[in-house]
């Protein structure tokens, strides 16, 4: 796996400086207060779980389903697959953790759909923004790093599924994805998919 990394973006140590900050950022927000961390998945568990055990508050873990990318490296229509019962959401404090704001609209319209349904109160937290790509007006209220315009991976995030658990942030080599999606390719042909 490490092979197919081209550059190494943020390492696991800078990583964790990110969040012990955030972390820090986070636990003044809410002092005093109860709160709920609504971790959208898959690609913030790993960031969420860091983060959590940093914040010495009292607080509930809560999960979100949603996607807006397709096995592939470019923005797709926001997919909600599932959503938290309304008792976890209505009058709730929620802060909204995801891995990356690329061009805002899955963490956009997360949070709307949360207000909808009740919420309190929703603050957004964002492992990565890359503010170069927005395409609606949102700024995440805690973000660890900000990056550029570049496909990242590892640390959560993935590219077709893969790579999630690199412990560290970088950018695949152009032959890990072409044979990444060659895989997936003839995977969707064996399963009449294609
Ligand atoms: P947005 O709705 O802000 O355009 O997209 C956010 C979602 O797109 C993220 O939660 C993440 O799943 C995916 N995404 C955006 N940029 C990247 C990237 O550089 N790498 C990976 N692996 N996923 C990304
Ligand atoms: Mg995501």
Redesign the pocket.
Known sequence: MHEDIETILLSEAQILQGIERVAAEVTRAYAGREFTVMS?LK??CVFASDLIRRVPLRLELAFVAA???RDG?T?GR?DVNYFPADGEIAGRELLLV??????????LALKNELVARGAASVRTCVFLD?PA?R?VPLQADHSCFEIED????GYG???AGAYRNLPYLGVLRQAAIERRQAHQASRAAATGRA
């Open positions: 959208v690609g913030s996607s807006s990318y490296t923005s926001l995801d891995d990356i704001l690329d061009t805002g609209r899955t963490m890359k790509r395409a570049k496909f990242v991976v995030l993935d590219f």
